[in-house]
């Protein structure tokens, strides 16, 4: 008998929405000090997506692109990478970098500046990608190279239920799966690409659907339930890395905010953010952690208090940074610039120093 | 001194990837039939039987996973040659190579870097179906952070293909279909590179700079014999790499002809002869006897090949320019 979709891909979930355990399976990995770790980090990061929108309103920070209840999806696929993996990030997956990499460089990213995009924690984090499904053909090339010199290396990439319209997510599915190259493609449904609802953009049932196409391993996940996020993580990651392929993971999420600071999402889809915070990634885990007694009295207010001293250390650091360099729009467009590169350089500095001497 | 080695282009290119090869196994091959069958034009012929499927890649028929998948590659410590099958089938790429490939060291600050050699057969003239014929350099030109190399003789396509995959950053490597066959010279065996961002001046005169590349240094050529003819001698510069322009060798030789004539197959508008008279405007203009000219095509696509003849430059529209900037 043929499956449905639903049935073939039905949302994967070890939490449910009041935070009760439903895979017994998970049991005995899921201890005390992974939930702790877990819901600090996710703390930590909601409380960072709010503290950007709040810089973004005082003009401290420039256009910026939340990720507030996308935290469980990000947080939980970063902790189910090892250090030597490869990340590609989009633009929204902030909270998926910096938890990989444990520095919040990044934020200069949004107050345009190109040194946002390094930092020194030695990981080989990708900068956020813009141009939309780019990343995926290349992601696929990372990880063939990794195969290629016999690397134990994972790459993860990332990406949301609008690139999967783009023709460069169907490039790279293609190319991984024909290569075999050990990459993981972990896509956020968060159900709005900007105004476009999934059900505009697609019409297909699932994303996670689409890997049939490719003879991929397709799952849907509860991307706002942590431990379904990392385990199923875990899983394709461990698996791309003993030479099995590709997966694509779809994970089910919902971004409260808008897009960027820069929209409104009242002008185009109705303010149910009260029926999804029923669903939220961090109230959901606490629940669990209450019920299970990993939460002793203070402790969240002690995390709490700290993950605000690391934000604001974060945000003095960041604005405590020097003064761009204008070197930094020539120096790095080749290994050696040529002449006509130079020759620019040269003649805007000495525009800008006639102009200085009066 | 080496026994003559006579090659054409094409065979130039497998000699070139065959050397780069032997000595670097992070240097690999991949685009639309270049293993079993050698590439359409068998550029690639035989290198899997050497170097096996890892290192040559057929590759499924998709230019933006082609390029994407050797961005990816580079960035990851490998040396990847990615062929497009035709100039003309790049399009699903330009994204790939604008948004990502030319500007993955800027977004990064030099921590990654994509050292990647795009090859591309173009040009018109070889009767081939439409879009086929496709001589789109300028568009890559324009886009920073990426060279474009276009040789017109196997000695400079070997020379500047191992310079191509040995450079630190993208290159695209244009191939000239007319000349693939059309042309033969001696290739040493051995590896050389020619440097990347230097013409070379294929003949000297004394009243005309001809500027050309590719496939219209025959034009040039047969252009400047009809002139000589007629008495007038022609400095003919193989501009060779189009991204960076040789400004030296293009300043030198108008300084002293007083007089230029651009040749190429590409559209006008926007075409990189505009980018050559600003040079020439730069350096030279008051060494200028009349304006430069230019032999190009019209801005308009190139045709069915039933009339591409009538498209393309040919040595006697070369001339009139000549006689035009003599008479000026």
Redesign the interface.
Known sequence: MTQSIAEQFPLIQVIDQDGKLLDDSYKEEITRELCEKFLKQLKLMRALDEKMVNMQRQGRIGTYPLFGGQEAAQVGSAYALEEND?MFPTYRDHAAAITFTNSFNLIANWNGR??G??DDSGKKV??P???IA?????????????A??GEQEV?ICYFGDGATSE??FH??M??AS??NAPVVFFNQNNQYAISVPIWKQMKSETIAQKAIAYGMEGKRIDGNDIFAVYFETKKAVDKARKGDGPTLIEAVTWRYGAHTTADDPTKYREDDNEKHRLNDPINRLEKFMNDAGFLSDGWIETIESENESIIEAAVKEFESMEKPNID?IYD????VN???IEEQKAAFKAFFARRANG | MSEERILTPVQAVKDALDVMMKSDENVVVLGEDVGVNGGVFRATDGLIDTYGEKRVMDTPLSEAGIVGAAIGMAMNGMKPVAEIQFFGFIYPAFEQIMTQATRMRYRTMSKFTVPMVIRAPYGAGVHAPEIHSDSMEALFTHMPGIKVVCPSTAYDTKGLLISAIEDPDPVLFLESLKLYRGTKDHVPEEKYTVEIGKGYLAEEGEDVTLIAWGAMMKVALKAAEQAREKGITCDVIDLRTLYPIDKDIIAASVQKTNRCVIVHEAQQTGGLSNDIIRIINDTSFLYLKSPVSTVTAPDVHVPFWALEKAYLPTPERVMDKIQYVMDF
């Open positions: 490869w190109v040194e995009n390094i990708l900068p990608s813009v141009p780019t990343q995926l053909p290349i992601s696929a090339g990372i990880a063939m190279a990794s290629y010199k790459t023709g460069d490039e790279g293609n190319f024909v290569f930094d790095h467009m080749f290994e040529p002449w006509t």
